[in-house]
């Protein structure tokens, strides 16, 4: 009883209440093309959240969650597409795909230390770009793969329209926000930290460093594919140029920019780059310049991101 | 089929020795100040553009834009890690994510400053074909493996011979004891980043004329030459060097024999086979 | 016999760090090694722990041969050590770096329920408790090395290897930690190998001393009867008692 009194009274309960009413909401506030947006924020959102559990909690740096939302994305709809699956089904086929994926390649590269993983995973992101762009009998290469089916009606729910699809990603976000939180927070989240603050002394105490990190590296990519195989589904159309390291890149500079180690402080990240990127619509470069710039910013004066940012400008007011 | 083989041979030595360049001051920078020096790709971006608006905009001749090229590397090289390297000393993980910021940064300014679209950079040398007995090649692709090894010559008698080289050596091996013997680890840091973004920018300009110039132009060269650093051993000069014309001989015999298509995948395969059966490379202390 | 080890040699570069060492420890000792710097005290602690592999010999623990196994499985085998420059998680609070430890030791299944009581009953064992939501960074260094050593402790090994604890302390903290430490071998029946490079705490402390010079074993025996040999005195004691 008391525990719920606190819990009421508590600010951050009525942020977050506040956040989920307007998001429960948002669809009948806003046009459908803010919808729209936000549907590709959340998409974001996850793989973002995800890859603060990789870099944040398990201090590893990787530089391919683009790759791997392609992957669940590209798979997805291959199955759907190519072996007529229902896309119940493709969806968590495709996840399985990223996860093996995943596993195969940080096997390796996370046995040794430095930066050998991230130079790795930079190239992984190139790769699966080459995969894309060349294999036409696949993926239609250049030309895109068209005629992605949407999800299946369920109960009457019809989940081409952009509003019942929403429902649906907001489930599936705030599905794998609330487990990623668990997960940080779980015994298994305290073996991640024990990797980030010193390997070798995590190592004496008899924990199984690279296998944490693989954990990890797996859990990141395999959120980062669903996300993928729901964004193939919405959009419906994929094109290899969507997942080029460059996607990779904006995932690095969502995490950093909301500030790592939080899973929320991402969340906020990826919103607040995601809307200023369309803002920006008009000058394609010019944002990518400019959210470069931000983050060199950040990373020399204010490592701890935005949610840094906020409690330094709290500090000052007190 | 000779002359194919031939060929081909001389495009994956002028490939290799463009990835060799890059990885030389590659592997010196990150086994001394441990970064993988990522901006190093938009550095050579930044290099051909010099050289390719000294040629078309100022019309002074190609080997002055060399010059310039040169100039633009290593200036923006030390730049690059006075200004943003530097105050991250002693944290990797940010230099690291800043070096992947600056690439990012470096090719979108590319984009927007000079839009997407290729442009050729002339030379004098590209128009000179040499002939071996019913074999041609054009003098600049001669001149790229010259210059290359003239250069490897150059860097290793810099760091064998010379006080300097040792320094960098010490400062390699053991950089507290060095800086204990009165060595400035400052300058010593200063001298290799100059010295990479000086080879990166040579290879640019040396390879330009022969591809052409566009904001892209860095990434690919870029990733193999950090594969060739893994591939070759850490810190290695010799593996750096004979790693990169080996990758650039894989690559150009694997488009004809295996997938062209692929190409640029080779070097994501060989940094796999790498890191499970030879971590430490082929010429890795460990 | 916990431990054995045979002809264990390590190189690095031209320098024999360790030099056909051969030791054997017996369950519930507390045996000292001593030497002077670079004498490969370090060296062997890491050789036995499995961070660096040995060129030659081998390691067996309770009769099983560890030499080649990781680090971690030479950890949940029984061997814990601690690190001669303090090793610990920074932005961990006390409780937490504990509580890791744990967690290490019974699993990712063990709910709070179980661990928590460990956890405390370690912090109160090592005075540890009014700093138990203190993140580690912000101690001062004996503090820091006292909480990787109850971090060592809740793993409950079987063996504790530690080097040089006592550095930097004063008489009566070292005397504080040798009641400390005869407690953890006597109560806990943990046996332990100590380095350190307070003699007088060594001779206290340990049943048994060996004396390692440029990689050798050249001594090895009770404390007064070590004490008393004239090369240990020759290289090492010499030297010390000139501080002393």
């Known amino acids: 009883m008391l525990k719920i009194t606190h819990f009421l009274k508590s600010k951050k309960t009525w942020f977050y209440i506040l956040i989920s009413l307007l998001l429960i909401a948002l669809p009948f506030m806003v046009s459908e093309y803010i919808t729209y947006v936000v549907v590709l924020t959340l998409f974001y959102a996850m793989i973002v959240s995800s890859y603060d559990l990789l870099l944040g909690y398990a201090g590893q740096l990787s530089f391919c969650q683009g790759a791997f939302y392609g992957i669940g994305a590209y798979a997805s709809a291959l199955f759907s597409i190519k072996a007529g699956f229902p896309v119940y089904l493709s969806i968590p086929l495709s996840v399985v795909i990223t996860a093996l994926v995943a596993a195969g390649v940080g096997y390796p590269a996370l046995r040794l230390r430095g930066a050998y993983f991230a130079v790795t995973t930079f190239f992984l992101a190139h790769f699966v770009y080459l995969i894309f762009l060349n294999e036409v009998w696949l993926t239609n290469g250049p030309l895109g793969l068209r005629g992605i089916k949407p999800l299946e009606a369920l109960g009457g729910i019809d989940f081409s329209s952009t509003t019942n699809y929403y429902y649906l990603v907001l489930v599936c976000f705030a599905a794998s926000i609330y487990i990623l939180y668990r997960t940080a927070n779980s015994n298994l989240g305290k073996m991640f930290i024990s990797v980030r603050e010193d390997e070798d002394l995590a190592e004496s105490f008899g924990i199984n460093t690279s296998l944490y990190k693989l954990v990890a590296f797996v859990i990141s990519a395999l959120v980062a594919g669903i996300a993928g195989g729901l964004f193939a589904h919405f959009f419906r159309l994929l094109h290899p140029s969507t997942f080029t390291w460059l996607t990779s890149e904006m995932v690095v500079i969502m995490t950093l920019v909301g500030g790592i180690g939080t899973i929320f402080g991402p969340l906020i990240g990826a919103s607040v780059v995601m809307f200023i990127l369309e803002f920006l619509r008009f000058a394609p470069e010019l944002r990518f310049v400019i959210w470069a710039v931000a983050l060199i910013i950040i990373l020399i004066y204010e490592p701890r991101g935005l949610v840094g940012l906020v409690e330094r400008i709290r500090r000052v007011k007190r | 089929m000779i002359e194919t083989i031939l060929a081909q041979l001389v495009n994956g030595l002028v490939i290799g020795a463009v990835y060799s360049l890059i990885a030389v001051g590659l592997t010196l920078i990150w086994s001394i100040a441990d970064i993988p020096d990522f901006a190093q790709g938009g550095i050579y971006t930044f290099a051909a553009f010099a050289a390719y608006f000294t040629v078309t905009l100022l019309h002074f001749p190609y080997f002055f834009s060399l010059v310039v090229a040169v100039i633009t590397g290593t200036l923006l090289s030390v730049t690059i890690e006075k200004v943003c390297y530097r105050p991250l000393r002693g944290s990797p993980f940010s230099q690291l994510l800043v070096a992947i910021a600056l690439f990012f940064l470096l090719a979108n300014l590319a984009i927007f400053l000079w839009t997407p679209k290729a442009k050729i950079l002339p030379s004098p040398l590209e128009g000179i074909i040499l002939n071996f007995a019913g074999f041609s090649v054009s003098l600049q692709r001669i001149t790229v493996i010259a210059a290359a090894f003239a250069l490897f010559i150059a860097v290793n008698f810099l760091l064998k011979r010379t006080k300097l080289g040792k320094a960098i050596r010490a400062t390699a091996q053991d950089p507290e004891t060095a800086t204990l013997m009165g060595i400035n680890r400052d300058f010593i840091y200063t001298v290799i980043f100059a010295l990479g973004g000086c080879l990166t920018a040579i290879a640019a300009a040396l390879i330009a004329p022969l591809y052409a110039v566009y904001p892209e132009m860095g990434t690919l060269p870029l990733l193999k030459a950090l594969v060739v650093v893994v591939f070759g051993g850490m810190g290695s000069f010799i593996g750096a060097l004979a790693g990169g014309f080996l990758l650039g001989l894989i690559e150009t015999f694997g488009a004809i024999y295996v997938s062209v298509a692929y190409q640029h995948g080779f070097a994501f395969i060989i940094l796999i086979l790498t890191l499970i059966f030879k971590p430490g490379g082929l010429f890795g202390r460990s | ?244």
Do not use: W
């Open chain 3, 1 to 244: 016999m916990i431990l054995e080890v045979n002809g264990l040699t390590k190189h690095f570069g031209g320098v024999r760090a360790v030099d056909n060492l051969n030791l054997v420890i017996n369950q519930g000792e507390i045996v000292g090694m001593i030497g002077p710097n670079g004498a490969g005290k370090t060296t062997t602690f890491n050789l036995i722990t499995g961070i660096l592999k040995p060129d030659s010999g081998t390691v067996k623990f309770k009769g099983e041969n560890i030499t080649n196994l990781k680090p971690f499985q030479i950890a949940r085998r029984g061997i814990v050590r601690t690190f001669q420059i303090v090793k610990y998680f920074p932005n961990v609070t006390v409780f937490d770096h504990i509580y890791i430890g744990a967690i290490a030791k019974n699993g990712l299944r063990a709910d709070r329920k179980t661990l928590e009581p460990m956890v405390n009953e370690t912090l109160q064992f090592l005075h540890l408790k009014d700093k138990k939501n203190v993140l580690v960074k912000s101690l001062t260094i004996p503090f820091k090395k006292r909480v990787e050593l109850a971090t060592s402790l809740v793993l409950k090994p079987k063996l504790l290897l530690l080097d040089e604890l006592m550095a930097g302390l004063n008489p009566a903290e070292i005397d504080e930690y040798l009641e400390l430490l005869r407690k953890i071998n006597r109560e806990l029946g943990i046996t332990m190998i100590v380095v350190e490079h307070v003699m007088k705490a060594v001779m206290r402390l340990c049943q048994r001393i060996i004396v390692l010079h440029f990689g050798r074993k050249i001594a090895e025996g009770p404390p007064e009867e070590v004490s008393r040999n004239p090369e240990v005195v020759r290289v090492y004691l010499g030297e010390g008692a000139k501080y002393a």
